[in-house]
């Protein structure tokens, strides 16, 4: 084992007029602060010229403080939900030069020699940072070093703008990590940094981009046969928590209407997770992060459905409508209602209730919140593999998905609403549990799942459309083609349907005969 301290840090991405007041705010509550102390750092990274030390997962950099000079490795320098922790050995050096001399710790020394092999090290990126610093001191005596970050990161030609407040776990528990973050930010809007500083340098000298702020799909889960259950959820929650945060931070800053689709994803991936793995956990600490994620969700579901009506409902119209008929003016008025909810959404998702929510939940993901003290078999359930587990709760959902397919002849349209959720669902399943199988088995019945889904979905949204009828009546002149409009666009849609539920009613005899991969 290494002698080396590891370093365990909180990593949030800020914008530099938002950390301007927070590093003027007072301590949260239940903290102390020391006074803040501002330095200007120069780091320069190194790495052999195929990048072994960025494939291992290693940063070997030195940073200039005041006119000294401190060379850093960090062992395992990968971010999960803005959590950082890595094995770190830091020592003196005379100037920007590596210097592996210097290293004390054995472990790390070697683990470096191998890594580098007798390749040559060079720079390959700089960081120029303005670091303010506290430290916070938690009633039971934990320490917390919040840094806030505003700089640059340069590697040759390239530059890019760099605005971070990291809180470094210095003594205790690091649950106050968490606790601090969230009585720091209170509202101020954030994202769990994706990447550490040495592997932002290194997608930058890469030309790779970060993707920051654009509406993400949700990060694949990797799964084993052998991994326990409690290792799979956490995996699972993470990329939950990944998808939701990301997402929140593309509402906000784009009027894209893909940002709102991809937060109701990962809400509803997330309460589906909670629903999976129901058995093995304790109900007392899933349900109020449930209930946060059933709010979040309706309020962008709210969004969502007018994005839909308009680009998928009316617009696609436009080809198909008479004549003498003209969408603009219900176009117009869905367009009127949606700025309204937008505004009433960006409002919510930069309030200190979300904020609780996001910290609560990497809480929840990182501190094994999930744990049950009355629960005597619950460490049995958690460390089983994984793929018993899955197989099982596969096979539960599917038994619910057949269970209303089996009414598919006489199913109202509340019912299908009731299947389709079923079936996303089960999706859901398959996409947490899918690397578990051969993916020349799980493909087939994924895309068929897909289909099945899309089907059942379009069924949704046309019954949606009813909803139209809902909206507030235009006024004045155009209020009479509006409503024309929406009738239209309700009656073609429901004579499309007709046809697509035969569509329906097939595919699911077909799926329901597929063979099942995880039995």
């Known amino acids: 084992m290494s002698s080396s301290p590891k370093e365990i840090e909180l990593k949030l991405e800020v914008p530099p007029q938002a950390q301007e007041t927070l590093r003027k705010s007072p301590a949260p509550e239940g903290f102390t602060a020391s006074r803040a102390v501002t330095k200007t750092l120069q780091s320069i990274y190194f790495d052999t010229p195929d990048q072994a030390l960025r494939r291992a997962r290693i940063s070997l950099r030195v940073r200039k403080v005041g006119q000294s000079w401190v060379q850093t490795a960090k062992i395992g320098t990968g971010v999960i939900g803005g959590m950082s922790s890595a094995v770190e050995a830091e020592h003196p050096v005379a100037g920007r030069a590596i210097d592996l001399t210097v290293i004390e710790d054995p472990q790390v020394l070697r683990h470096l020699v191998e890594t580098i092999d007798g390749a040559p090290l060079a720079e390959t990126f700089e960081t120029l940072i303005k670091r303010t610093t506290r430290v916070l001191t938690a009633e039971d005596g934990s320490r917390i070093e919040v840094a806030f970050d505003v700089g640059d990161i340069k590697a ?34 954030f994202h769990f940094s994706p990447y550490s500083k040495a592997e932002r340098g290194f997608r930058l000298a890469g030309g790779e981009s970060s993707g920051a702020d654009a509406p993400s799909l949700a990060r694949k889960v990797e799964l084993t046969a052998s ?13 939950c928590l990944e998808q939701i945060a990301h997402n929140r931070m593309a509402v906000l800053t784009s009027d894209d209407p893909e940002g709102p689709h991809q937060l109701r994803v990962g809400l509803r991936r997330l309460r589906s997770a909670f629903r999976l793995f129901r058995p093995v956990l304790n109900p007392l600490t899933f349900r109020p992060l ?15 459905d007018l994005d839909v009506l308009a680009s998928e409902i009316v617009a696609p119209l436009s080809d198909h409508a008479p004549q003498n008929l003209s969408l603009d003016p219900l176009l117009k008025h869905l367009t009127k209602t949606r700025v309204s909810c ?28 999930w744990l049950d003290a009355e629960n005597f078999d619950q ?23 057949a269970k209303h397919g089996s009414g598919i002849e006489e199913m109202s349209v509340p019912e299908r609403h009731e299947m389709r959720k079923a079936l996303k669902k089960l999706r859901y399943g398959i996409e947490f549990f899918g690397s578990l199988y051969p993916k020349a088995e799980v493909k087939p019945f994924l895309k068929r799942m897909k289909k099945l889904q899309d089907i059942f979905g379009y069924l949704n949204d046309v019954a949606m459309a009813e909803k139209l009828l809902d909206l507030p009546s235009a006024k004045g002149a155009g209020a009479s083609d509006t409503s024309l409009a929406m009738g239209f666009a309700i009656g073609w849609h429901e004579a499309q349907a007709t046809q697509m539920w035969r569509h329906a009613k097939d595919y699911w005899t077909e799926t329901k005969g597929a063979p099942k991969f995880w039995r």
């Open 379 to 401: 460490t049995t359930l958690l460390a089983a593999p994984v793929s018993a587990f899955a197989r099982e709760a596969q096979n539960k959902q599917w038994r619910k998905v």
């Open 227 to 239: 991994e326990s259950v409690e290792h799979a959820f956490r995996s699972v929650l993470r990329s």
């Open 342 to 369: 937008r505004s009433e959404l960006i409002d919510y998702l930069q309030s200190t209730e979300i904020n609780a929510f996001l910290f609560s939940l990497a809480a929840y993901t990182e501190g094994r919140g």
């Open 290 to 304: 449930d209930a946060s994620a059933r709010t979040l969700a309706g309020k962008v579901g709210e969004l969502r």
């Open 156 to 189: 040759g030609a390239r530059s890019a703008p760099l605005a971070e407040v990291e809180l470094e776990l210095l003594e205790g528990a690091s649950g106050n990590l968490y606790a601090a973050a969230q009585g720091l930010l209170e509202d101020t809007p």
